[in-house]
């Protein structure tokens, strides 16, 4: 199963919109956003795709988003968020920072955990968990980024936006 992986979008409608190109290309079946939207426009956008989207907000998204809190398969909620997908275990979080992994290992057998908040791109495996930041896709650091996580293989393919 092939997901899409963003985050740090900071109301780049047009950076989003790529993002949304490439997981179309792709033929990604759900889409994950590890937060900071910074904006209603950019979720817009990414409805776009038709599949199952899970976010969570980051420091930026100060007032919520309630409008795409009710449609089922396109959720936002608070993090760490828990859930299966693709024969797999995530855990989405904004700040890597405030999440203990290993207690994500024994408590809830995380196999992957998606975060931000860096705005670099990053792939590791740490404490037996694969952890992957998408980048930005604003583009603030350098050229935007998103990521495509192959949950069969668990490999990870970066692309700019």
Do not use: W
């Not at 968990?129 to 996580?149: F, Q």
Request: charged share 25%; aromatic share 8%; with cysteine.
């Amino acid at each position: 199963m092939k997901i899409g992986l963003i985050s740090d979008s900071h109301d780049n409608v047009g950076a989003v919109a790529r993002a949304v190109a490439t997981f179309k290309a792709e033929d990604v079946e759900a889409v994950i956003h590890a937060g900071d939207f910074a904006s209603a426009l950019v979720l817009s956008t990414l409805t776009r795709l038709e599949i199952p989207f899970y976010g969570v907000y980051g420091n930026s998204d100060i007032g919520g988003f309630g409008e795409f809190r009710d449609n089922p398969s396109f959720t936002i909620t608070d993090g760490p968020r828990r859930f299966e997908l693709g024969g797999r275990k995530f855990t989405v979080i904004h700040d890597i920072k405030k999440i203990d992994l290993i207690a994500e290992k024994v408590e809830f057998q995380t196999d992957i955990l998606i975060h931000g908040h860096t705005h670099r791109p990053d792939s590791e495996i740490r404490d037996d968990i694969l952890c992957v930041n998408p980048g930005d896709s604003c583009g603030i650091l350098s050229k935007g980024t998103v990521a495509i996580l192959d949950a069969d293989d668990m490999s990870v393919v970066f692309y700019n936006v």
